[in-house]
């Protein structure tokens, strides 16, 4: 299947300072890509659908200047963590949507982001 | 009342018997629903992709869909140490978004 490729893996930070994550679609083009956050034993919660060339739409409770997202290519998309506080510690995954259906959404292998 | 309910466990078989899990929904515009498996620290991977209701079988992996009752489940025969992961189920409407279950952890022992 497709690959989406996320980096880095894990994070370690102080607080206040920005961290970025990268997510890559490797073999296809991403209209759409869509990045999560997941605390431990709970589900996935959508924080933002980011489509190509335009601002990202954010989920209600989700603070846009907060987390920064940018969609500069059909194959790129970067999460921005800024002025990170532990608060802001957890696992956060991005997808990217292949096509119009669900079935083409493929999932980064995640970043585990830890704010001292 | 969350949208999609799923019981967390965790479950525990002993190799070869049967995982049973499902969910809940209650959004009735859901159209689509997906079974991802997701190891720890990793991103979920799509099992099964449904939109309809019935049954649909690849392998050792059968989902359910009943929208009258609102209820989707997946069986995993033959179970293998392999299939120890958690299982998170998701659905979306037309809007593509998905709205995701807690996920079931589960654990084939051998």
């Known amino acids: 299947g497709a690959v989406v490729s996320q980096h880095p893996s894990r994070v370690i930070c102080k607080s206040g300072t920005s961290v970025k994550i990268e997510c890559r679609s490797l073999d296809f083009q991403a209209t759409t890509m869509f990045w999560y956050r997941q605390f431990p034993k709970q589900s996935l919660m959508l924080m933002a659908t980011?489509?190509?060339?335009?601002?990202?739409?954010?989920e209600q409770g989700v603070e846009k200047d907060k987390f920064l997202i940018n969609h500069a290519s059909l194959t790129l998309s970067t999460l921005t963590v800024t002025s990170a506080h532990p608060e802001d510690s957890s696992f956060y995954i991005c997808?990217?949507?292949?096509?119009?259906?669900?079935?083409?959404?493929?999932f980064g292998s995640g970043t585990q982001l830890s704010v001292l | 009342q969350k949208e999609v309910e799923q019981d967390p466990g965790p479950l525990s078989v002993p190799e070869g018997a049967i995982v049973s899990l499902n969910c809940t929904y209650s959004?009735?515009?859901?159209?689509?629903f997906m079974w991802y498996r997701q190891y720890s620290r990793k991103g979920p991977e799509l099992l099964m992709y449904?939109?309809?209701?019935g049954n649909k079988e690849d392998g050792r992996f059968t989902a359910q869909v009943d929208k009258s009752s609102k209820y989707i489940s997946l069986f995993i025969r033959d179970s293998q140490p392999s299939d120890s992961a958690t299982y998170l189920c998701?659905?979306?409407?037309?809007?593509?978004?998905?709205?995701f279950g807690a996920g079931t952890t589960v654990t084939v022992r051998a």
């Open positions: 998701a659905m979306a409407s037309n809007d593509y978004k998905l709205s």
């Open positions: 449904t939109y309809s209701s």
């Open positions: 980011s489509n190509e060339g335009s601002k990202a739409t954010y």
């Open positions: 959004n009735s515009a859901f159209q689509y």
């Open positions: 997808s990217a949507q292949e096509g119009v259906t669900n079935e083409k959404l493929f």
